[in-house]
C-alpha cells in the first residue's frame, strides 16, 4: 500500500486508487461532480483540484484533479492551501453564471449535490449579473421530469445513459453555454434503466415526474428499507412515505445486489401502494352478493367460525408474492396436507428444477456484483430486460471486461474510462442470446438468435455435449443449429469466468435443463462457471423452498376430486395462474372464498370474505431473490383503516382458532424464527436483519430524518393535538425523527451525512467507495453451492423437434417490464406504458392468413372466443405467435401451448396507443 | 419498403452515399465517418436537414441523438437552411479594435438582414465567427470560400454589388 502525503497527513492508501477515491476512502470531504465509483474518472467538471508537489521542497506546488490523479509511493498533495480552495471555489461561480436560484422550487432542492459542494467550497456571492441561459425543456415519458436551465455539464447523464446503459436516444448537443442534454426532439426515454437519471444527476435537471405529482422534500420523507417486488432480481429499495401516501423509491445500496442502479419498474412501479383500487377495510358477503363492511375483529371471528364449522376441507392458497413469513403462517393454519402453493405445476416445477440445480451446488450462483466479472456470457431462452431488468444491466456490463483486459495489458487504471474505452473501441467479451424473440441486449450481443423453446434447448443441450462428450448427445439437428452450437462452444471453451442465464420465462423445462448441463459440462474444465437463473417473482424461490417438501400445487387443488368448502387465498390473483374457467369453476364449488390482499382484482371480487392485507410499504417480511438471497423488507408506514400484513391477519386467525404454537406468536421475530425452525432449507432467515429489539447505543433507529418538520401540523386542520405517532413493535425502526440514523444505524433508509445531503453521501456509509455497506448485511444466502464439484449429469431428456406447419401456432409469451408484472402494472405511470393486447406473428404466417398488422384475428380457448390485434414482426419464428404475458385479456394463453388463427371478421381497428405518449403542451 | 424508409432514402442521393461509402473506406469503423459524412451532405445541400441526418444516423449505424449530438458540436455543420454563401464575420477582439462593429452593421444594413439572417433571394446568411486567423488583416470576414481582409464600408459595398 503506498504512503501519501495529504495536507501534511501520511496516509496509506489502496494502489491503484485515484485520489479521490483515495480521500472520500479515508472519510475526507472533496467536492466533485463528474466522478461515479460505477463509471469511473474523466475529469470534465474541474471541481476536485488539488494541489500536488514535486518533493518536500517545491513550495508551489501545480494543480491537479484528485480523480484523475493516481496514488502513488511518495506523492504530496494538499487539499486546503488557498489555490487549490480558489479554484475549487471558482469552479463553482462558473457554474453558477448560468444556474438558476430556483432552489426552494426545484425538486432536487435539500438532496442537491451541487447546493453540498456550493457549501463545501464557500462560494457564496454572486458576482455575475448578467442574463442566464435559457433552455426548451423536452417532454421525456411519464417517468422523468426535464429542466435544463439546471445543468452544469457534468456529462453524467450521457455518461451513465449511453456509456454505462446502453441508450441511443439522449445526446449532448451543442458546445460551450449551449450545450445542451436531452433527446434529439420531445418523447419518452427508451432505456428502461432512465429511472437513474434522478439519482445520477448532480443537480435538478432530471427529477421524478412521480415523486413531483406529491413532492416532498427529501427531508421530510419517512422512509424504511424495502426490496423490491418487481421481480425476482430482489434490489434494495428506499421507501418513503408523508401523509400515509407512498411518495417515491430510491436506490438503496447493497454491493452484492443492485448496485447503484434500479431499473424504471422498480423505481416507478411502486405507485399501486396508493391505488385507489386499495381495499381499505374487511368486507363480508352478504345474500345480496354485496360487501358489509366490518370490522377486523368481526371478520376474524367469522373467518374463524366458518373455519371451525367447515363441512369439508379447508385449504390455503400460498403465494409468490407474499412473504416467507405469511405462506408459513397459512400452511400452519390449514395444515401441510391442505397448502398449496399457490402457482400451476408447470411453474412449481420450473422453480424446483431451478432449486435443483442450485443446491447441486457444483457450479456456483452468482450475486449480480458478480454477473459483471463474467467474461463470456450465455443467455437460453429468457428475455432479461423485460423479466429480470436489473439482471440485464449487470450483463451489459459483462461485455466491457474484454476493454478492462486490453486496459490491464496497457497498464491504464481502469477508473480511466474515457482511456479505457478509447482503447478497446468496439471490442467486447461475447454475449450470445438464444431466446425467442428480439431482446433489448442484441445491440452488445456478439451472437443472437432467435428460436422456439423446445430449439432453444436442443442447441443448448448439443453444446453441453460438444463441451463434455459425457452428455447426452443430440441428432438431428439442422445445418444452421450445428453452427451456431459449435460458435457457441468456442465462445465458452476460450473465457475464463464464463456465465450460463437462464429462467423460467421460456416456459419450459428443458431449456434450464440444457443450461445446467452446460454449466456442469464447462465446471468440468472450468471452476470458474457460474449458472444464474430467474424466477419470475419477488418470492417464487422463497416459496419454492418452504415447500420443497410438499408438492402441492395450485393445479394439483384445481384438479383435487374432494369436497373442499373453504379456501384461504393469500395475496394472489388466481386468475393469473389458471384459466378463467378452471378458477370460476372452483370458485363456484367453494362454500366460503376467503382472499387477504391488498388490491381489488378478479379473485377478490369472487370472495365471500376479504381481509384487507398490507403492501411491501406497510409490513414486514422475508423475500428470497433468485440467487437465493434472503433479504428483510420493511414497513415504510401503517397502513390506513384496518389494513394489516397478511401475517399479522394470519397469526390472529390462527390465535381465534387456537392452533397449536400461535399462542406463542406475539410478533414478526417470532413467526420468522418459527417459519426457519420448520424447514432447514430456510436455515439463517433470522440473521437478515436486525430484531425488533435490536437498539444502537439504547436507541431506535428513526424512519424520520432529524430534520423532519411539519410532522406536529400535519393534521392542524383537524386538531391542535397532535396524536401520538404510532409505535413499531414489529422492528428495530421508530415512526419518529428521535434515534439514531445514519451509517451506524444498520437499518436506516435515510442515506445522509454532515455536509452531504445527497444521496452522494453513501460513500460515507461504505467501507470503501463503491464497496460493502459498512453496518449492514448484504442479505443471507439460503443456498450457496460451493462451485467445486465435480459435476453429474443429471438431465438427458432432450425434446423432440416441434412438428412444422400443422396449421397451428406455437404460442409464446412476450414480456413486457411495464405491464407483464401484476402489481407495478397498478401504478399509473407504469400503466401508461405498457402495450394494449396483440398478437405477434411472422411475415410469413400473416401472409398466409391473409392478414396485415392492425388487422385481427380470431381464435378459441377453452369454450372463449377470443380476438386479438395482429402485430407482423420480422423477428418471429414461422409458426410461432407472441402474445403480451400478463395483461388481462391474454392471461388464458399462457395456459395454452398451440393456437388456431383465422382473420377476424368485422374486426374495428383500436385507435392508437401512441397518442397518449405525445406531449401535454 | 414503407413510405417513411423511401423518404429517408431521397434524404441521400446515391452520389453522397457513394461519397461517404469511399470515405468509410479510410476509416476504421463506419461511425468514424460522422464528421466527412455530415461535411459531404452540406456540400450537396448547403445543409443537413433531420431527415438526412436521420439518413447518415442509418448508413452509419448511429442513432440519431448520437450523430446530431456530433453535428450540433461543430459551427461550421449547419442544421437549419442557408443561403447560397455563408458569411461568416470575425468577432474577435482585434477585429473588433479594427472597427468590427461598424462593418457588421454595414453588412447588415446592406443586405437588410440581422446576424443569423439569411436574404429574401437566398443568396447570403450572415454568421459570427471567433477569429479566422487573419488578425493583421482585421477587420476579416470569409464569404463562402473566399477569404475578405482589411474590410471597409466601401470594401463591402463592392464586395456585395458584384
Known amino acids: 500500500m503506498p504512503k501519501i502525503v495529504v495536507d501534511g497527513i501520511s496516509y496509506e492508501v489502496d494502489a491503484g486508487n485515484n485520489l479521490l477515491e483515495a480521500l472520500l476512502n479515508l472519510k475526507r470531504d472533496l467536492p466533485y461532480f463528474c466522478w461515479h465509483p460505477s463509471m469511473g474518472s474523466i475529469g470534465a467538471c474541474r471541481q476536485c483540484a488539488v494541489i500536488q508537489y514535486r518533493d518536500e521542497d517545491d513550495d508551489t506546488g501545480r494543480i491537479v484533479m484528485a480523480c484523475m490523479t493516481p496514488v502513488s509511493e511518495g506523492t504530496i498533495f494538499s487539499t486546503d492551501t488557498d489555490s487549490a480552495k480558489e479554484f475549487r471555489r471558482d469552479v463553482i461561480e462558473n457554474m453558477m453564471i448560468n444556474h438558476p436560484h430556483d432552489c426552494p422550487v426545484c425538486e432536487e432542492g435539500g438532496e442537491c449535490h451541487l447546493q453540498d459542494m456550493t457549501v463545501m467550497t464557500g462560494h457564496r456571492n454572486r458576482t455575475y449579473s448578467g442574463p442566464k441561459n435559457t433552455f426548451r425543456n423536452q417532454y421525456l415519458g411519464p417517468f422523468i421530469d426535464h429542466e435544463m436551465n439546471r445543468c452544469i455539464t457534468c456529462y453524467r447523464c450521457v455518461r451513465y445513459y449511453s456509456d454505462y446503459a446502453g441508450g441511443v436516444d439522449l445526446a449532448a448537443f451543442a458546445s460551450r453555454n449551449n450545450t445542451y442534454f436531452g433527446r434529439h426532439q420531445d418523447g419518452i426515454l427508451e432505456s428502461e434503466f432512465a429511472g437513474n437519471l434522478v439519482e445520477v444527476c448532480p443537480t435538478g435537471v432530471f427529477t421524478d415526474k412521480t415523486l413531483s405529482e406529491h413532492y416532498t422534500r427529501k427531508w421530510d420523507l419517512q422512509s424504511a428499507p424495502s426490496i423490491c417486488v418487481g421481480c425476482g432480481a430482489g434490489c434494495n429499495t428506499s421507501a418513503s412515505e408523508r401523509y400515509g401516501q407512498l411518495r417515491r423509491i430510491h436506490n438503496r445500496f447493497n454491493d452484492q445486489v443492485n448496485g447503484y442502479f434500479l431499473c424504471d419498474r422498480g423505481r416507478f412501479g411502486a405507485g399501486f ?254 471452476e470458474q462457471t457460474a449458472i444464474m437463473l430467474c424466477v419470475p417473482e419477488c418470492n417464487s424461490l422463497g416459496v419454492g423452498l418452504l415447500e420443497r417438501e410438499n408438492s402441492n400445487t395450485l393445479t394439483d387443488l384445481l384438479d383435487s376430486t374432494d369436497t373442499i368448502s373453504t379456501a384461504i387465498v393469500l395475496e394472489n390473483d388466481l386468475f393469473r395462474r389458471a384459466s378463467t374457467q378452471q378458477i370460476t369453476a372452483f370458485a363456484a364449488k367453494l362454500e366460503q372464498l376467503v382472499v387477504i390482499d391488498s388490491l381489488d382484482n378478479a379473485t377478490v371480487s369472487l370472495s365471500d370474505v376479504v381481509l384487507p392485507a398490507a403492501t411491501f410499504a406497510e409490513t414486514e417480511g422475508t423475500l428470497v431473490n433468485n440467487e437465493g438471497r434472503a433479504q428483510r423488507s420493511f414497513a415504510v408506514f401503517e397502513g390506513a383503516g384496518d389494513i394489516q400484513g397478511s401475517w399479522q391477519w394470519l397469526t390472529n386467525l390462527g390465535k381465534a382458532l387456537s392452533r397449536e404454537g400461535f399462542a406463542a406468536l406475539e410478533r414478526i421475530d417470532s413467526v420468522t424464527a418459527e417459519c426457519e425452525r420448520s424447514n432447514d432449507l430456510l436455515s439463517g432467515i433470522t440473521k437478515v436483519a436486525p430484531t425488533a429489539d435490536y437498539r444502537v447505543e439504547g436507541m431506535k433507529i428513526a424512519r424520520m430524518t432529524h430534520r423532519a418538520s411539519g410532522r406536529t401540523a400535519m393534521r392542524a386542520n383537524i386538531n391542535v393535538h397532535e396524536p401520538k405517532q404510532p409505535v413499531d413493535q414489529e ?56 462451485g467445486n464439484g465435480s459435476p453429474q449429469e443429471r438431465y438427458r431428456e432432450v425434446p423432440q423437434p416441434r412438428a412444422a406447419g400443422a396449421g397451428s401456432l406455437a404460442l409464446i409469451p412476450r414480456y413486457h417490464i411495464f405491464g407483464s408484472d401484476e402489481m407495478s402494472a397498478r401504478s399509473k405511470a407504469i400503466a401508461e406504458l405498457a402495450p394494449s393486447s396483440y398478437l405477434a406473428i411472422a411475415p410469413e404466417t400473416a401472409q398466409r392468413l391473409s392478414v396485415v398488422s392492425k388487422d385481427g384475428v380470431e381464435f378459441t380457448i377453452g369454450n372463449r372466443t377470443l380476438q386479438l390485434e395482429v402485430v407482423v414482426d420480422s423477428s418471429v419464428d414461422d409458426g410461432c405467435a407472441l402474445f403480451p404475458a400478463g395483461l388481462a385479456d391474454t392471461l388464458d394463453l399462457m395456459h395454452q401451448a398451440q393456437v388456431s388463427l383465422q382473420k377476424a371478421a368485422g374486426w374495428t381497428p383500436r385507435t392508437t396507443t401512441q397518442d397518449k405518449l405525445i406531449a401535454k403542451e | 419498403m414503407s413510405a417513411a424508409e423511401q423518404d429517408l432514402i431521397q434524404a441521400l442521393s446515391d452520389e453522397e452515399i457513394g461519397e461517404i461509402e469511399k470515405e468509410i473506406t479510410h476509416l476504421n469503423g463506419r461511425k468514424s465517418a460522422a464528421i466527412d459524412a455530415l461535411k459531404i451532405v452540406q456540400k450537396h445541400r448547403r445543409y443537413v436537414s433531420d431527415e438526412s441526418l436521420q439518413a447518415v444516423a442509418n448508413l452509419l449505424g448511429m442513432s440519431f441523438a448520437e450523430l446530431d449530438g456530433i453535428a450540433t458540436f461543430y459551427n461550421l455543420i449547419f442544421r437549419k437552411p442557408v443561403g447560397e454563401k455563408v458569411i461568416l464575420l470575425c468577432d474577435s477582439v482585434s477585429c473588433w479594435i479594427m472597427g468590427g462593429v461598424d462593418i457588421r452593421e454595414k453588412i447588415k444594413s446592406k443586405l437588410q438582414i440581422e446576424m443569423g439572417e439569411t436574404t429574401p433571394d437566398d443568396k447570403y446568411t450572415l454568421l459570427p465567427m471567433s477569429c479566422l486567423g487573419d488578425c493583421d488583416h482585421a477587420p476579416a470576414m470569409i464569404v463562402g470560400e473566399d477569404v475578405y481582409r482589411d474590410l471597409t464600408n466601401e470594401r463591402i459595398d463592392e464586395i456585395f454589388d458584384e
Open chain 1, 273 to 526: 401502494v396508493n391505488n385507489e383500487d386499495r381495499i381499505p377495510q374487511a368486507g363480508i358477503r352478504d345474500s345480496e352478493g354485496k360487501y358489509d363492511r366490518v370490522s377486523a375483529e368481526e371478520a376474524l371471528s367469522h373467518v374463524a367460525d366458518q373455519l371451525a364449522n367447515s363441512s369439508g376441507k379447508v385449504v390455503g392458497i400460498g403465494s409468490p408474492r407474499a412473504s416467507l413469513e405469511s405462506n408459513y403462517l397459512l400452511k400452519q393454519i390449514v395444515g401441510e396436507g391442505n397448502f398449496y402453493s399457490g402457482v400451476s405445476s408447470k411453474e412449481q416445477e420450473l422453480t424446483n428444477c431451478i432449486i435443483d440445480i442450485m443446491r447441486d451446488g457444483s457450479v456456483k450462483t452468482p450475486s449480480l456484483a458478480e454477473v459483471e466479472e463474467a467474461d463470456a456470457v450465455l443467455v437460453l431462452g429468457q428475455d432479461l430486460t423485460n423479466t429480470a431488468p436489473r439482471l440485464a444491466l449487470a450483463v451489459r456490463q459483462s461485455v466491457r471486461n474484454r476493454s478492462k483486459e486490453l486496459a490491464v495489458q496497457a497498464q491504464i487504471p481502469l477508473w480511466q474510462d474515457a482511456a479505457v474505452r478509447e482503447l478497446a473501441q468496439d471490442e467486447l467479451s461475447p454475449l450470445v442470446l438464444l431466446t425467442s424473440y428480439a431482446d433489448r441486449l442484441e445491440d452488445v450481443a456478439s451472437l443472437s438468435c432467435h428460436a422456439s423453446a423446445t430449439d432453444i434447448a436442443r442447441i443448448g443441450f448439443a453444446v453441453a455435449n460438444r463441451l463434455n462428450d459425457r452428455f447426452t448427445a443430440v441428432d438431428g439437428l439442422s445445418e444452421t443449429d450445428q453452427k451456431t452450437v459449435e460458435e457457441v462452444v468456442e465462445i465458452l471453451k476460450a473465457a475464463d469466468r464464463p456465465l450460463i442465464v437462464s429462467g423460467t420465462g421460456s416456459q419450459s423445462k428443458s431449456v434450464i435443463e440444457a443450461a445446467a448441463n452446460i454449466a456442469w459440462a464447462l465446471q468440468a474444465d472450468n
Open chain 1, 731 to 786: 422492528s428495530a425502526l421508530a415512526y419518529t425523527m428521535e434515534g439514531i440514523s445514519g451509517p451506524r444505524a444498520p437499518l436506516s433508509a435515510y442515506v445522509w451525512s454532515p455536509g452531504w445531503n445527497s444521496n452522494q453521501a453513501v460513500h460515507k456509509f461504505q467501507t470503501e467507495t463503491g464497496g460493502p455497506l459498512s453496518h449492514v448485511n448484504p442479505g443471507i444466502r439460503l443456498i450457496e453451492p460451493a
